[in-house]
């Protein structure tokens, strides 16, 4: 069997293509592929706007600025995340808290949310694990009773839906990724999916350096024009149709990719289920995973890690605990704790067989 990668992302000839036609346009940077995708996205999720940007990284810190939180503001949050997650809460100069997760998910659990929110709360940070939706109508019903903002960290969960609606249309800000390794793989890039006239305005100015209008505004019939207003400080965090051209082929694909990741998933489940040391995590019937990681946890992790490795199979731990880094103050997250000791992400691509599946899962029916 030859190695079997964790991701590998599938770019479509369509995608290709369409990268093609924008090279050969004249026009690379911030443009009208970028407009296209902007709506396409805005469309499929089912809001009024998308804002295309270079990472989802740059997506959570715009959404964070819009509220214009006080310096040492709280932003509740979870450890159980890609460290970006928290690192932009830093950016504006506030301090995470780092609430527990629910052990069954890896999503953060209301309750630990809850006993966290004080007067210095700013923002709950709602992190989708694995693609697996949170309960939305909980967290959002508990920020509406506090008057307390939420920040959806959508990354994972790009077509996931929750009670028959769409991740990124719940709320007011939710930062996407088109990593190459997501469902929606672009090379790179990320969006804010939001609902509001204002934040639009906004997010389009802090995304060009808080400029008025950019360049391609500022490019007409009559030529180019260099009159522009600066209004408050920006960064340069702008999607470019290079990126765009290939998301606009890839989202076609999307809803079929996703059903792919959960059919994998489904044989994973079953041909698991049962197998002593191994525990899956457990979905509720009225959400829909995007199923971006299949994870499972195990007993002696690191043993079955090992096995793995020298069968030809690479597995990876999402995540480390992230207030365990030098940089963030620890928290008691006994939940979090057990998850991270015991979690095990297995393969997950379009390139994935049923064959590479029944391989990998031999392999751990075997034992370790």
Wanted: with cysteine.
């Amino acid at each position: 069997m030859e190695r079997i990668p964790l991701f590998r992302p599938l770019i479509r000839e369509q995608a290709v293509q369409a990268v093609a036609e924008v090279l050969r346009s004249g026009w690379l940077g911030l443009g009208p592929k970028t407009a296209s995708f902007e709506k396409a996205l805005a469309d499929y999720v089912g809001i009024s706007y998308c804002v295309g940007l270079n990472s989802c990284t740059s997506a959570l810190h715009l959404g964070l600025r819009l509220l214009d939180l006080p310096a040492g503001s709280e932003v509740i949050t979870t450890a159980l995340t890609f460290v970006s997650t928290n690192h932009v809460i830093l950016y504006e100069n506030c301090r995470p808290v780092f609430a527990d997760v629910e052990p069954d998910t890896g999503n953060l659990d209301i309750h630990s949310v809850s006993d966290r929110i004080t007067e210095r709360t700013g923002a709950i940070m709602l992190m989708h694990y694995a693609g697996y939706p949170c309960d939305i109508e909980q967290f959002y019903a508990l920020a509406r009773q506090r008057n307390i903002p939420i920040v959806e960290d959508c990354a994972h969960a790009c077509g996931a839906e929750y009670k028959g609606k769409r991740i990124g249309s719940h709320g007011d800000i939710h930062a996407f990724s088109f990593h190459p390794v997501k469902n929606l793989p672009m090379g790179d890039g990320g969006a804010l999916t939001i609902r509001s006239d204002e934040y639009h305005r906004r997010l389009k100015r802090l995304r060009w350096l808080g400029i008025s209008a950019d360049t391609f505004q500022r490019t007409g019939p009559e030529g180019y024009r260099w009159n522009y207003d600066v209004s408050e400080v920006g960064f340069k965090y702008h999607m470019n149709d290079v990126q765009a051209a290939i998301g606009l082929a890839q989202l076609d694909w999307l809803d079929r990719d996703n059903a792919r990741r959960a059919s994998i998933a489904a044989q994973y489940s079953q041909q698991l289920s049962g197998v002593p040391g191994i525990r899956l995590l457990e979905y509720k019937n009225d959400r829909k995973s995007s199923c971006h990681l299949f994870c499972i946890l195990a007993e002696q992790r690191d043993a079955l890690i090992d096995k793995l490795g020298v069968n030809q199979v690479d597995v990876s731990v999402h995540y480390p605990r992230n207030d365990r880094y030098s940089m963030y103050e620890e928290h008691e997250l006994p939940n979090t704790e057990y998850f991270w000791r015991h979690v095990i992400s297995l393969p997950m691509h379009l390139v994935l067989t049923d064959n590479h599946v029944e391989y990998i899962t031999d392999i751990i029916r075997k034992g370790w």
